[in-house]
């Protein structure tokens, strides 16, 4: 509809519709309430839930008996209190510090996983295909993060100075401190449940521990992602030698729990095809080598771990004479087995009741693709120490001790997620950004485009170069690209910006929002009331920058963090920013001046589709109201 100046007011006033852009991230119990409408929608009364009549809807499913198992703690309802908690905070770009920051899809986040993963959760909600953790392992030395369960933004600004309130240092969780493991589970909740809620439907997450908390966090994942979902537990063979400081035993293991969203929508796990398996598995030739490569023999008979299915108790005819029964059941299916016969891929051995039939099992498939590997619950050949050496090849000297190995991380990459599809691989206890190294040697080796996004809190190091881990982290990834690019291993001069098929980095950080929350104070005198009150005709903070306040509103509507914006001065005078997310294709104008003109849907076209943000102040009556006849009208 074009802007028709001729239009009554009082019409205005009638037709028109504005919105307020969010103040806070996506909220998760309405997430949770929606997702519960849409199963059940006979348990909703005028909006709220009728719990007598979702336990009728639920049948005998629904248990509520005091004899019923449970999983609880000190802190629990705290914990998932904080969880419910939207957050107020935002993310500011650092353009300087990233590499082809508008064009590049990995990204690495400075600020508390929480506050991030909250305001995360409406843009990716369900696009995350694989989440790899490292969290604390509460030894007792480690940092655990002490989460504010009324304030958590301001906790995270105070924290970043590393001091509470009484100055007293923020570093560890004690065995002494009378909570030991309820502060992990409590730390660990929120931050697990909305890891679930970004994944996609077939996707998985991977979360490394040690003896101190595995049983816990077996407990814990089985409540959050069901115990029906978990794929294994691997041991990781973390080290070798040594000994003689071990009192009892020497531990040389670690575990690597793996569960999936939804273990019906998760494909098989396959590694890359092992360079040696050919030489130790594959010594069999026949008619189809030069297409099909060597064979390998596998029994056709299956083993007593799966379950009795009476279609796969068959004969098959031997070349021989007479039939072949199996002793319980065959793998396949009937008609497959007769197919692999015909075409020369069954083997027979034996005779008589020894009698047994395998199966040709080639290095490549009929497309001539060779096959990967399945992975293996033991984790071997692999260890901590060459975490240590990934470090020191990079930055020429030790800065942290024993990371993750990058071998470790990319065969984790390998099984949860595929090269050509896009996937997003997400750390958010990224540390020294193992993950995001592996993941760019990974997509540099096979031409993938896989995504990472890292989120690491600011935690102090104690190396005056690097004093917290994130300047590891974020120089980290800038030499694997300098080292991708073939320059030498040094710093990288952020002025010469990789060409737009190179890899990049956008760096952002977890800040307080741009615009301002109102908090109500019981306690307040009604002039200071008054004088708050005029503050918030314009909600943006003082000092506020159009970028910071365009990525905030961004991140409030859903938008990735793959947005980009370009600005336009139109010839009334006004100045607006398309803003753009080539993920999911949303689209949004804004304009941050002080007075939109009546005349701006002349030099902007506006649809009924068109959602145009602005601020409210900027907006008379008249303007408003023939915006909103044009368009979608949001205001801050």
């Known amino acids: 509809m074009k802007y028709d100046e001729s239009a009554e007011a009082t019409d205005q006033q009638e037709a028109f519709q504005k919105e307020r852009v969010p103040t806070t991230s996506g909220d998760v119990v309405d997430a949770q309430i929606n997702g519960l409408r849409a199963l059940f929608p006979e ?260 083993t007593k771990s799966m379950e009795r299915r009476p279609n796969l108790v068959y004969p098959i005819s031997s070349p021989k004479g007479g039939e072949i029964w199996p002793k319980r059941q065959w793998w396949w299916k009937k008609e497959r087995a007769m197919l692999a016969l015909q075409n020369n891929e069954l083997v027979f051995t034996g005779e008589g009741e020894s009698a047994s039939v395998s199966y040709k099992q080639y290095l490549r498939d009929e497309t001539g693709e060779e096959r990967g590997a399945k992975p293996f619950s033991i984790i071997d050949g692999i260890y901590t120490q060459q975490g240590t050496s990934d470090l020191v090849e990079l930055f020429g000297e030790t800065v942290i001790q024993f990371p993750k190995p990058v071998a470790l991380l990319k065969k984790i990459v390998n099984m949860g997620s595929s090269a050509d599809e896009g996937h997003i691989i997400l750390d958010f206890f990224a540390g020294s950004c193992t993950t995001a190294q592996a993941v760019l040697e990974l997509n540099a080796g096979d031409g993938g485009d896989r995504q990472f996004i890292m989120v690491q809190l600011p935690e102090p190091t104690g190396n005056p170069k690097y004093p917290k881990l994130t300047d590891i982290g974020e120089e980290r990834i800038r030499r694997v690209i300098d080292k991708l690019k073939g320059r030498p291993q040094e710093n990288l001069d952020l002025s010469q910006k990789a060409g737009n098929n190179e890899p990049g980095f956008k760096v952002f950080k977890l800040a307080p929002p741009n615009i301002q929350q109102w908090k109500p104070d019981v306690d307040r005198d009604p002039e200071s009331y008054v004088q708050e009150l005029s503050l918030f005709n314009d909600p943006l903070m003082s000092g506020w920058q159009a970028v910071n306040v365009i990525w905030e509103v961004a991140l409030r509507e859903g938008f990735g963090l793959k947005t980009y914006f370009a600005a336009r001065d139109l010839a009334n005078g006004n100045k607006i920013y398309d803003v753009f997310d080539p993920d999911t294709d949303q689209k949004f104008i804004i304009c941050l001046d002080d007075q939109i003109r009546a005349d701006l849907s002349k030099n902007c076209e506006l649809t009924a589709d068109t959602l145009f943000i602005c601020r409210d102040i900027a907006l008379d009556d008249s303007a408003a109201a023939n915006l909103a006849l044009q368009c979608r009208l949001k205001t801050i």
Not at 200 to 229: Q, T
Not at 269 to 297: C, F, H, M, N, S
């Open 43 to 302: 348990a909703f009364v005028e909006g709220k839930i009728d719990f007598d009549k979702l336990k009728i809807s639920l049948g005998g499913a629904a248990e509520t008996g005091p004899g019923r198992f449970h999983f609880s703690w000190a802190g629990k309802n705290d914990a998932i209190a904080l969880l419910q908690m939207p957050s107020q905070a935002t993310l500011i770009p650092r353009p300087d510090d990233s590499i082809n920051f508008d064009t590049t899809g990995n990204i690495f986040i400075e600020g508390d996983n929480l506050e991030v993963l909250k305001l995360l959760f409406k843009p990716y909600f369900g696009r995350v295909k694989l989440v790899y953790i490292d969290p604390p392992y509460n030894t007792g030395q480690d940092f655990v993060y002490p989460d504010n369960y009324a304030d958590p933004l301001k906790t995270y600004l105070q924290l970043t100075g590393q001091l509470d309130a009484e100055g007293n240092l923020l570093t560890s969780n004690p065995e002494t401190s009378g909570r030991y493991h309820s502060a992990w589970l409590s730390m660990m909740y929120p931050r697990l449940f909305l890891a679930r809620q970004l994944l996609s439907e077939d996707g998985v997450i991977f979360v490394s521990i040690d003896d101190h908390e595995v049983d816990n966090l077996r407990l814990i994942m089985n409540e959050i992602f069901g115990e029906e979902n978990r794929i294994e537990c691997f041991i990781w063979k973390k080290s070798y030698g040594g000994g003689a400081k071990e009192k009892y035993a020497v531990t040389q293991h670690e575990y690597l729990l793996l569960y999936a969203k939804d273990l019906a929508e998760v494909r098989e796990l396959w590694l890359p095809p092992d360079p040696g398996a050919e030489a130790r598995y594959y010594k069999y030739k026949d008619e189809k080598v030069e297409t099909r490569g060597p064979y390998r023999i596998k029994p056709l008979e299956a």
